[in-house]
């Protein structure tokens, strides 16, 4: 069984791997495909480029590591890094040169190519159980935007439709056809 310490050395030990410590046991991300990155990238800025002027809080990206809370001090804490992350203001006055120990408010998953629609959700919704206000999880294959929140059923949003999180970030919007990457003549 690993610990937060043993992930910390083994990322010391090899700074281009991506790492997650997931139930005890060290998983190492395979690199996201183009698209997947990009759509990633995009729900980040457009997220990014509301919250800074108002200083709501912060987001991060995919590399942003979350130490997560767990009940029973016997088993080793989690490590997880969702793609796209928000935590409020008042939860984060000053950022760390470190891991943080704590559940981003927000919580969004880019299904890559290789990702299972499962695995994701389930990412999500323990984010939900220990505290996320919010998750989100985009489909680039489907063009679809799914919310979720703890004991609702989720929001499937399409090209058309406008996400909104007026429990979280209230007047921020972001048609979902503004995250696919553009096509150039």
Known sequence: MFTVTD???LQTEHPDWQMELVDGSIVVMRPSDYESEEVGLEFARQLA???RPRKLGRVTGSSAG????TTDPSLSRDLRDPDVSF????RLKKTKRDFVQMVPDLTVEVKSKTDRVKVLVEKIQLFLELGSTVGVSSNP????????????NPIVLRDSDRLTL???LPGW?????????????
């Open 49 to 51: 480029n509301w919250v």
């Open 66 to 69: 979350f130490i997560l809370p």
């Open 141 to 152: 294959d489907e063009r679809t935007v799914t919310v979720y929140r703890l004991g609702q």
């Open 7 to 9: 992930l910390q050395e």
């Open 173 to 185: 919007e972001l048609v979902v056809s503004d995250l696919w990457p553009p096509e150039f003549d």
């Open 166 to 168: 007026p429990d979280l």
């Open 87 to 90: 935590v409020k203001a008042e």
